[in-house]
């Protein structure tokens, strides 16, 4: 071998020596912040995912009725809701029954029990909704009403909080608290990424390592190439899962959105203060002409109608059924004609708004058993995942020692450029991870200086 070659293929692995003890010392952290949040996700998502089965075993008896004859009009049937809920309640929206076994489900927002001046209009909580704020979930809540639309009977009511998908995501997304928790479960999924992309570097075969689990091993190397094994099998679900929950957090959902806005690919928005043409000696349509006119122009997707607020005002209608994205529409119907004055489908939405249409509901498993199967092998791999890394850390620490995996010197600056790049990257979409790294930033920089000054 040529002997000046030995010095750089030398300093070659030095640098590799140093960026593998960099990566591997940033997956350790990742894994520590990130891995008792990231278990409770796993586990409640598994539970999330069967919300379908367990809500029709729950709720069959009000989400479906047995046909019998011709439906009584829709506005029969809100008439009947209506005297299930207090006469101060304001009606929301409502779902007509799409298939011939549906109920029609009417919204209403109930009175604050502890506020007198409750307001009666029907459209206070939709010029409210925008809002969202803690003040506007405290005057008001929402509740459900189930109606047969061949009878008009009853069939139950329940608030909006309480049906189980409702529960479950609560618990997936802020672990059955407020929204003021849920920061917790998006710190986790930042931490989630970091894991997953330095755990990809770290697994990556180099020279003549495969990568695969060999036969024969046993102890913590078993346990190792099980752990990346499958962490890097996962990766590409993981990176959706990942981001898909991302775009509805709250603060790195913001960062999404902005650059969504920016670069021109929110999804189409009506006009603003569209009105309807007042029409003499014509009337104002009803609840079933409206609903009647938006099938007329919808695809054959169940429809969520939304009433104007006032004589001039306009029907908003969209899809209710998320499992059918390449059905989505939205429209603003006319009071008087029902001529659509904005209408937008599948084929009018951006690519980002199509990739999160579709990416959100098969995060949440809604497009059938196959998508169920594959998020449940999913989350028994990360769970697996998780474990695995803490029996690797508890077999390779030493007793009395916290197991902090050594970092080489020079180590931060074996960096690549590119990993520079995707860290700021990832600090400006995820501002918890940017957070909790300056704060790492200073436990790693005293730990510098107490190991500097023992030596």
């Not at 307001?119 to 809002?131: F, G, L, Q, V």
């Not at 618990?171 to 849920?182: E, I, K, T, V, Y």
């Not at 075969?205 to 346990?223: I, M, V």
């Not at 769970?383 to 390779?396: A, D, E, I, N, Q």
Request: proline share 5%; glycine share 6%.
């Amino acid at each position: 071998m040529n002997k000046t070659a030995m010095p750089a293929q030398h300093e070659l692995a030095s640098l590799a020596a140093r960026r593998k003890s960099l990566f591997w010392r940033i997956h350790f952290w990742a894994a520590l912040i990130a891995s008792p949040f990231a278990l409770l996700a796993a586990l409640t998502g598994i539970l999330y995912i069967f919300t379908p089965q367990i809500e029709q075993f729950l709720y069959a008896d009000l989400d479906h009725v047995q046909p019998v004859g011709e439906m009584r009009t829709l506005d029969a049937a809100i008439s009947a809701a209506r005297l299930a809920v207090p006469a101060e309640s304001s009606l929301r929206s409502v779902v007509p029954a799409f298939a011939p076994s549906d109920s029609v489900r009417v919204f209403f927002m109930l009175p604050d029990p502890h506020n007198a001046h409750t307001s009666t209009d029907e459209h206070a909580a939709h010029r409210a909704a925008p809002a969202k704020t803690a003040a506007a979930n405290r005057s008001a809540r929402t509740a459900v009403v189930y109606v047969n639309p061949y009878t008009t009977t009853v069939l139950g009511m329940h608030a909006g909080n309480e049906r189980f998908g409702a529960w479950s995501k609560k618990l997936h997304s802020a672990l059955l608290q407020g929204d003021s928790w849920r920061w917790l479960i998006e710190l986790a999924a930042s931490w989630l990424m970091v894991m997953l992309l330095t755990g990809v570097y770290l697994w990556w075969p180099r020279n003549s390592e495969k990568g695969l689990p060999q036969r024969g091993a046993s102890g913590r190397k078993a346990w190792a190439q099980w752990h990346g094994f499958i962490g890097v099998a996962l990766s590409v679900m993981s990176f959706v899962i990942l981001t898909t929950g991302l775009t509805w957090s709250k603060y790195a959902g913001d960062q999404i959105r902005l650059a969504r806005d920016s670069i021109g690919q929110a999804s189409p928005q009506a006009p603003r203060n569209l009105t309807s043409t007042a029409m003499d000696g014509i009337a104002p349509m009803t609840w079933q002409a409206a609903a009647d006119a938006a099938r007329r122009q919808a695809p054959a997707v169940a429809l969520q109608l939304v009433a104007p607020r006032d004589s001039l005002g306009t029907w908003r209608v969209n899809s209710y059924d998320p499992a059918q994205p390449k059905k989505r529409v939205d429209m603003m119907l006319d009071a008087y004609s029902g001529n659509a004055l904005f209408y937008s489908n599948w084929n009018n939405q951006t690519t980002f708004s199509k990739a999160t249409g579709i990416g959100i509901p098969f995060h949440r498993g809604e497009f059938g058993w196959w998508n169920q199967l594959l998020l449940l092998l999913f989350g028994l791999g990360i769970v697996f995942s998780l474990l695995s890394g803490w029996v690797m850390f508890f077999k390779r620490r030493k007793t009395g020692a916290f197991g902090l995996p050594k970092l080489l010197p020079g180590a931060w600056k074996a960096m690549p450029v590119g990993g520079w790049i995707c860290t700021a990257c990832l600090f400006v979409a995820m501002p918890l991870l940017a957070i909790s790294s300056a704060m790492l930033a200073t436990i790693e920089i005293f730990l510098h200086y107490r190991q500097r000054k023992t030596f």
